[in-house]
Each structure stands twice: as structure tokens, then as C-alpha cells.
């Protein structure tokens, strides 16, 4: 168990639609990044928020977009969804302020284009 | 893009016996790191093992680094049922220590 609780477990969206994932980061964290993992590949990252600031993009198009609130819980946006856009959305905290290096993982979103 | 590449892709042993995974990666790194994935959630982070480090312990992993080949390995001692799931090899280099490139993973299945 990280602390990190992503919402909601599972979605159905179709071609063209948006969707909105949300992610509580651990507690102590202002650090949150996203990753998308399609089947049978390792995650691939996607952007970095800290300090509500964004801190770090992958090689994602703007339609791909994310928030961070004081709280340092955050949002993934994703607009005008395509079926490549299906996988799963991890979200993981971690806290620079304390030198910890490694990323504390929620339990992802899986999501379905059709 | 990804940048370690995992060794091999999928590995079955019996319960008792030894796994060795290996990862290779393309460029310099601060660090590497081993997540475990059970089922398609979230990851786990195993160990990390920074640049000047050549190899590093914890309970019945092992892990080391060779940065002149650009490579690592994790061996899981005496395995278990347990321990099936898929593992992944992260790296992170330049500014960020907290951007990881992760490699596809290996599969192992320990059999009871």
C-alpha cells in the first residue's frame, strides 16, 4: 500500500471524448507524475507536476494535459480520445524536498477507447 | 521511447530456484531502479542502485550495475509463488532523478 489512490479504477470512453483522471498523491509528496502503460510495454511518462507548476513532459501530444492543486492532488486530462489512447493511466508521487528517488505508484486507471 | 531494454521477456522457474533478469540501457543514468508489477496495477519500487554503485543488497535481491556496459542485472534468490509478476528496470539521467525511462519487462512465473 503507497498512499497514492488514483479514481476511478476503470473507464469506457469512446472515440473523440475526454476523459479526466484523478490522482491523491502520498502523504508528504508535492512531486506527481503520470505514465502511460500500454499492454505488454513498460510505462512510458508522460508529464511531471510540482509545486503545481509542470515540471518535465514526455513525448505526448498537447492533448495530454494535467493539473496540480495546492493540495498536490492532480488531474490527467486527455481530449478528443483516439482507441491508441486505451491503457493503463498510473499515476506516482515522490518528494524531491526529501531526496527520495524512487516513485510510490497508485494502483492506476484502466482505460477503454471504443 | 524506451530506453532499457529487459532480458529476457519472459521466464518460468520452480518454486526454490534462482531468477536472474538482466537490463540494458542506452544512456548515461543517475540511477537505476527495479519496480515489480503484479497483474497489470500499480508498480512496486524494489531497489535502487545509483551510478558509482556496483552492486547493492536487499533480502533476496541482488542487483548490480556495470555502467561501462550499460547494464544490470536482478537475481531473486529462493523464489516463491509469490514472487510471479512482471519486473521493470527504470532509469534516470540528467537533471531529473524523478523522470524514469522504464524498459518492457520480464514475466517470470514461479511455478509451486
Known amino acids: 500500500e503507497t498512499g497514492v489512490t488514483q479514481s476511478p479504477t476503470h473507464l469506457i470512453k469512446t472515440r473523440g471524448q475526454q476523459v479526466t483522471l484523478r490522482c491523491s498523491s502520498q502523504?508528504?509528496?508535492?512531486?506527481v507524475s503520470w505514465y502511460q502503460q500500454a499492454l505488454g510495454q513498460g510505462p512510458q511518462f508522460i508529464f511531471q507536476?510540482?509545486?503545481?507548476?509542470?515540471?518535465g513532459r514526455g513525448n505526448f501530444p498537447p492533448r495530454f494535459s494535467g493539473l496540480q492543486f495546492p493540495n498536490y492532488s492532480s488531474e490527467l486530462n486527455v481530449n478528443a480520445l483516439e482507441l491508441d489512447d486505451s491503457a493503463l493511466y498510473l499515476c506516482?508521487?515522490?518528494?524531491?524536498?526529501?531526496?527520495?528517488?524512487?516513485?510510490?505508484f497508485g494502483s492506476g486507471t484502466q482505460l477503454s477507447v471504443l | 521511447s524506451q530506453q532499457g531494454e529487459e532480458d529476457p521477456q519472459a521466464l518460468s522457474i520452480q518454486e526454490g530456484e534462482n531468477a536472474t533478469m538482466n537490463c540494458s540501457y542506452k544512456t548515461s543514468i543517475n540511477n537505476l531502479q527495479w519496480y515489480r508489477q503484479n497483474s497489470g496495477r500499480g508498480l512496486v519500487h524494489l531497489i535502487l542502485i545509483r551510478s558509482n554503485e556496483r552492486e547493492k543488497h536487499s533480502g533476496r535481491l541482488r542487483v548490480t550495475l556495470d555502467t561501462s556496459k550499460k547494464s544490470s542485472s536482478l537475481l531473486i534468490t529462493a523464489s516463491r509463488a509469490a514472487d510471479t509478476a512482471s519486473y521493470f528496470c527504470a532509469t534516470s539521467s540528467g537533471g531529473s532523478n524523478y523522470k524514469l525511462t522504464f524498459g518492457k519487462g520480464t514475466l517470470l512465473t514461479v511455478n509451486p
Open positions: 506516482a508521487s515522490s518528494s524531491p524536498d526529501r531526496a527520495e528517488e524512487k516513485l510510490f
Open positions: 507536476y510540482y509545486r503545481e507548476e509542470e515540471n
Open positions: 502523504s508528504g509528496h508535492n512531486t
